[in-house]
């Protein structure tokens, strides 16, 4: 390649991989940022510490897009997209690194155990918008799905998560 010709692709490779960069780095247009309700939710270790997992917290930790379907008998129901956070992920943030059972209670009382299996699973979430709808008061703003379980194991209304060790 000729100087003459350099001179001609430099300031055009600039402009490219500059736009690259910054747009790589750019923030949400205004209006997409995530959008929920405020909700708060006790997560408490048996025989340790008890904190409030909020809102705020799911979003430092980072809303992940789960793909949810839920069992009905025999038959799997359609799909859907959920937004939220992991099970898991929640654990860790509370500093849990060990357990035998995680029970999920809604605020009616209806509780269910899940172990270690599904808690770690990538399909055990904390929604707060499924199919891009968020989720209103009935479902307690937040809702515990878990891909390919039955209506039973989908926790409305979630109040509290104990962690048992």
């Known amino acids: 390649m000729t100087k003459k010709h350099i001179a001609k692709v430099y300031p055009v490779l600039i402009l490219v991989l500059t736009s690259l960069i910054l747009g ?37 930790i980072g809303p992940v897009e789960v793909t949810i379907a839920e069992k009905d008998k025999d038959t ?26 995680v029970s999920v209670e809604a605020s009616d009382g209806y509780a269910r155990e899940y172990d270690p299996d599904l808690v770690n699973s990538e399909g055990t979430a904390l929604g707060w918008c499924r199919n891009g ?28 998560i104990v962690v048992i060790p």
Do not use: H, R
Request: charged share 30%; with cysteine.
């Open 24 to 60: 790589g780095c750019s923030q949400p247009a205004g209006g997409d940022e995530v959008q929920m309700e405020e909700w708060s939710i006790t997560v408490e270790v048996v025989g340790g510490e008890t904190i409030q997992f909020t809102n705020e917290d799911a979003l430092k």
């Open 76 to 101: 799997t129901k359609e799909e859907e997209q959920w937004t939220g956070v992991l099970l898991k992920d929640i654990l860790e943030y509370a500093g849990v690194t060990e357990f035998s059972v």
């Open 133 to 160: 709808e968020l989720l209103g008061e009935e479902d307690g703003f937040v809702k515990l799905v878990v891909d390919g379980k039955g209506k039973n194991w989908q926790i409305k209304q979630v109040a509290k």
